[in-house]
């Protein structure tokens, strides 16, 4: 079983928006921060956002009042709201849970900004 299944990526123009998802089984959601990394062409993969157990979220600069992270309780789901969407957003999307002892990965969804 796969832990960790992202859906949502696609095709946008510049300014637009996409919501990922990333579902996972109950127990990971309850105890593992959320993480969302990206990985464009030719460069290293990076955190774009973060959500703990508790709610608290960061982002990397790039993103910040255009991304949102959030956990859906009733859904065992992080999703990730991505407004005003640039090129350079063009990506793979990962989603990720990390509890410092285990790490798990989706298996990445594309993201194209272009117009």
């Known amino acids: 079983q796969v832990p960790l299944v992202e859906s949502g990526g696609g095709l946008v123009q510049p300014g637009g928006s996409l919501r990922l998802s990333c579902a996972t089984s109950?127990?990971?959601?309850?105890?593992?921060?959320l993480n969302w990394y990206r990985q464009a062409p030719g460069k290293q993969r990076e955190l774009v956002a973060t959500?703990?157990?508790?709610?608290?979220?960061n982002y990397v600069d790039s993103v910040k009042g255009r991304f949102t992270i959030s956990r859906d309780n009733a859904k065992n789901t992080v999703n990730l709201q991505m407004n005003n969407l640039k090129p350079e957003d063009t990506a793979v999307y990962y989603c990720?849970?990390?509890?410092?002892?285990?790490?798990?990965w989706g298996q990445g969804t594309q993201v194209t900004v272009s117009s």
């Open positions: 109950v127990t990971i959601f309850v105890r593992y921060t």
């Open positions: 959500i703990t157990t508790g709610g608290n979220t």
């Open positions: 990720n849970a990390d509890n410092r002892i285990s790490n798990y």
